[in-house]
């Protein structure tokens, strides 16, 4: 197996903090009068309770090669590799920005998670950087692109910040962790974008087993296709939502966001061996209306076999 070059740079959270006030009204009005433009403002309907999450520690006893992936919600997994925990995106809040209301509740208290080896977060924007709840989370390492620890606060329970470019590896004992390409935006409050190298995805590997982590991103062949000649990925957490928008919406956006089919085509790139569908069925639309768009395309792609569809609070299990 290959891997990108490695090049730790660890950052200490208390050393990066600046966030103003005005930033923060102003990406409030930002993200809200985006949301209306996409019809997706927020609405007082009560949360959908999902089922309960069972962290899936009997799995690593019966086969310690397995792979567990726990939907959370929108961008947040917990991930579970060889007795080692992952959780991504972390997003436990009702509201994204305080502004746009969840429709399910998340399916696990942070404080009901199995011991974290690390903490991945993907980019800054509100619905995958939420420092409400990265503050009900425990001390371990926080993995970031190198444009994401000027945005957080010196507050956050987490001390050790480990800020990874593209292609640079992280790694401890036999985890390594390697930021990699995403097509989407850079900054927080969708108009800074000056703030370079704040979105990435993640590759998790554990001696022969990868998982990749998209974050938000456009589909982009060859970027797909260069995670193919240096991993061999067994699961992709790949981004197919917001669903079920206007076509003029899919297009204006395809350059950082994947539709459900290009989602799928990323997947197929990539050359994984499975894919669980993620950053849907949470936050944008009405509950339970995207799964139906979701799992059409899956058949138009042939990729039942390949695809698991999860509900929020489910696990599944990967194993050859
Ligand atoms: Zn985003
Ligand atoms: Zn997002």
Redesign the pocket.
């Given at each position: 197996m290959t891997a990108g070059r490695s090049g730790d740079r660890v950052t200490n959270s208390a050393l990066v903090a600046r966030r103003s006030t005005f930033t923060s009204g102003l990406a409030l009005a930002v993200v809200a009068s985006v949301a209306t433009a996409l019809g997706v403002a927020a609405c007082g309907a009560p949360l959908r309770p999902p089922m309960h999450l069972q962290v899936p520690a009997g799995e690593f006893n019966d086969d310690p090669d397995a792979i567990t992936v726990s939907w959370i919600g929108h961008a947040t997994l917990l991930v579970g590799i060889r007795g080692h925990w992952f959780l991504t995106d972390p997003m436990f809040s009702d509201r994204i920005a305080g502004v746009l209301k969840r429709k399910v509740a998340p399916p696990i208290a942070p404080s009901e998670l199995p011991p974290l080896d690390a903490i991945l977060v993907?980019?800054?924007?509100f619905?995958?950087l939420d420092m409400p709840s990265l503050r009900r989370l425990s001390d371990v390492p926080l993995v970031v692109p190198p444009g994401i620890p000027t945005f957080l606060p010196r507050d956050l329970p987490q001390h050790q910040v480990v800020a990874l470019d593209t292609w640079q590896s992280w790694t401890r004992g036999d985890v390594r962790i390697t930021a990699v390409p995403a097509a989407?935006?850079d900054g927080r409050y969708l108009l800074d974008r000056w703030h370079k190298h704040s979105?990435t995805g993640w590759v998790i590997e554990i001696g022969d087993r990868t998982v990749y982590f998209a974050?938000?991103t456009g589909y982009v062949a060859e970027q797909a296709r260069e995670l193919r000649r240096r991993f061999r990925i067994d699961v992709g957490l790949i981004p197919v939502g917001p669903a079920g928008r206007a076509g003029w919406v899919e297009r204006w956006r395809a350059d950082?966001?994947t539709s459900p089919d290009t989602a799928l085509d990323l997947f197929s790139d990539t050359g994984a061996q499975w894919m669980v569908p993620i950053h849907f069925g949470t936050f944008f639309q009405p509950a339970g209306f995207e799964r139906p768009i979701v799992e059409a395309a899956v058949a138009r792609h042939h990729l039942e076999h390949a695809v698991r569809v999860l509900a929020i609070g489910e696990t599944t299990t990967f194993r050859y």
């Amino acid at each position: 197996m290959t891997a990108g070059r490695s090049g730790d740079r660890v950052t200490n959270s208390a050393l990066v903090a600046r966030r103003s006030t005005f930033t923060s009204g102003l990406a409030l009005a930002v993200v809200a009068s985006v949301a209306t433009a996409l019809g997706v403002a927020a609405c007082g309907a009560p949360l959908r309770p999902p089922m309960h999450l069972q962290v899936p520690a009997g799995e690593f006893n019966d086969d310690p090669d397995a792979i567990t992936v726990s939907w959370i919600g929108h961008a947040t997994l917990l991930v579970g590799i060889r007795g080692h925990w992952f959780l991504t995106d972390p997003m436990f809040s009702d509201r994204i920005a305080g502004v746009l209301k969840r429709k399910v509740a998340p399916p696990i208290a942070p404080s009901e998670l199995p011991p974290l080896d690390a903490i991945l977060v993907s980019h800054a924007h509100f619905d995958h950087l939420d420092m409400p709840s990265l503050r009900r989370l425990s001390d371990v390492p926080l993995v970031v692109p190198p444009g994401i620890p000027t945005f957080l606060p010196r507050d956050l329970p987490q001390h050790q910040v480990v800020a990874l470019d593209t292609w640079q590896s992280w790694t401890r004992g036999d985890v390594r962790i390697t930021a990699v390409p995403a097509a989407h935006g850079d900054g927080r409050y969708l108009l800074d974008r000056w703030h370079k190298h704040s979105h990435t995805g993640w590759v998790i590997e554990i001696g022969d087993r990868t998982v990749y982590f998209a974050g938000d991103t456009g589909y982009v062949a060859e970027q797909a296709r260069e995670l193919r000649r240096r991993f061999r990925i067994d699961v992709g957490l790949i981004p197919v939502g917001p669903a079920g928008r206007a076509g003029w919406v899919e297009r204006w956006r395809a350059d950082v966001h994947t539709s459900p089919d290009t989602a799928l085509d990323l997947f197929s790139d990539t050359g994984a061996q499975w894919m669980v569908p993620i950053h849907f069925g949470t936050f944008f639309q009405p509950a339970g209306f995207e799964r139906p768009i979701v799992e059409a395309a899956v058949a138009r792609h042939h990729l039942e076999h390949a695809v698991r569809v999860l509900a929020i609070g489910e696990t599944t299990t990967f194993r050859y």
